[in-house]
């Protein structure tokens, strides 16, 4: 088979799949109609599916001649709370509701790579399992959490995935030895005062003042206590007091993220905004309460999935377009799966920079020419996985 050929005898299909997912977005979930879409799509292949992981799918692509050693394909499907601004003609239908980070796209390589893999499968000699993901973006609660638990999923010998990222010029893929993405922890803060009349500040105890005190203080640690060669984050990034002008309230939460490579820095963060918290309530005489939420780790891919995915990027992208892209601060939920892994970032940045909105923009949107560059991407790294597996 001319793979290549046959990926762009489908590059129709992959614009009209990716259109209609773009505009029938769902969020975490709550992916039903998009699990259904794909079941159907799998079905028409004759590709066996199970659900998995309540609103997601995983098939598998299974041959005569494959063996037991078990590539798995993941797949994020949700959308995000966003609604979209852009004026394309496969805008959003779901009010409040985009795709803003791609994963339409991921759902329509996966489906693409489906149906190329279908015309293959009595000369595969592995099986392929594909890992339709529901829920990777819903930090403190995602689907890889779950899916990663599935059996089916605990069988795979290797796992790997991709990302669209439309900063980066389409025709060009990055895939990183080592870190790639950081983890992704959020954090609440919730401070109790004592409220009263605006007019008569000495009878209240302001937890207005107490949110200021503890932000400006936050903004101390990565400045002062991380050092400067390393990457790292904590942003305060909601602040919900009061109601009215002349009533200082009696209560504050606030809300933020916290990003790093490192695991102990990780590790000590909910201690340093415990530290923060202890001091500014004694200072303001508030009552302080740190909530802090765990999610994604880093993503670090694996050296030896890397080589083989580098070898099939050989196959796919010209040289000097296989880069080293920076180390990303958002978070991808793929690193929670305990198996050998490596994801990749697939260019869909438009010849046109003033287009290349980034990913959670409500104007996001992709050069749909990336869909058969990531199909084509997936089934080379079947092949050269085969390769080595003999």
């Known amino acids: 088979m001319d793979v290549k050929k046959e990926i762009e005898s489908i590059q129709n299909e992959l614009v009209e799949i990716r259109r209609h997912l773009h505009a029938h977005p769902e969020q975490s979930w709550h992916e039903f109609e998009t699990q259904a879409y794909i079941i159907n799509y799998l079905e028409k292949l004759g590709i066996p599916y199970v659900k998995s992981t309540k609103s997601g799918v995983i098939a598998t692509i299974k041959g005569p001649h494959s063996s037991d050693k078990i590539l798995g394909i993941r797949a994020d499907i949700d959308a995000l709370p966003i609604t979209e601004l852009g004026t394309c003609e496969y805008k959003s239908k779901n009010e409040g509701t985009m795709h803003a980070c791609g994963h339409d796209t ?68 990055s895939l990183r030895y080592g870190p790639v993405m950081s983890a992704a922890d959020t954090f609440d803060i919730y401070i109790d005062g004592k409220g009263g009349h605006g007019a008569l500040p000495h009878q209240t105890i302001d937890p207005i003042v107490a ?58 963060y909910p201690g340093i905004l415990e530290r923060i918290a202890k001091g500014v309530a004694e200072s303001s005489r508030t009552n302080i309460k740190v909530d802090y939420h765990f999610g994604p780790p880093p993503m670090i891919n ?60 409500p104007y996001f949107d992709i050069d749909e020419k990336a869909l058969g560059l990531g199909v084509h991407y997936f089934v080379e790294y079947v092949l050269a996985y085969e390769d080595e597996s003999k």
């Open 106 to 173: 991921h759902i329509t390589i996966l489906l693409g790579t489906a149906k190329i893999l279908a015309k293959m499968k009595d000369e595969l000699t592995i099986t392929v399992r594909l890992l339709f993901q529901p829920a990777e973006e819903k930090i403190d609660d995602s689907g890889a959490y779950y899916m990663k638990e599935d059996p089916l999923v605990k069988e795979c010998s290797r796992l790997i995935a991709l990302h669209i990222w439309s900063k980066i010029p389409v025709g060009c893929a």
């Open 211 to 268: 949110g200021a005190q503890f932000v400006n203080e936050v903004q101390t640690v990565i400045s002062r206590e991380v050092t400067p060669l390393e990457p790292a984050v904590i942003s305060v990034t909601a602040f919900n007091s009061g109601t009215t002008s002349n009533v200082i309230p009696g209560t504050a939460h606030l809300q933020g993220t916290a990003r790093t490579f490192n695991t102990d820095l990780r590790n000590a």
């Open 302 to 361: 694996d050296d030896e999935c890397v080589k083989t995915g580098r070898l099939a990027c050989s196959k796919v992208f010209e040289k000097d377009k296989i880069i080293d892209w920076e180390l990303q601060m958002g978070g991808e939920d793929f690193a929670k799966y305990n198996i050998p892994k490596c994801l990749l970032l697939l260019g869909g940045g438009f010849k046109n920079e003033n287009r290349r909105y980034p990913q959670h923009s």
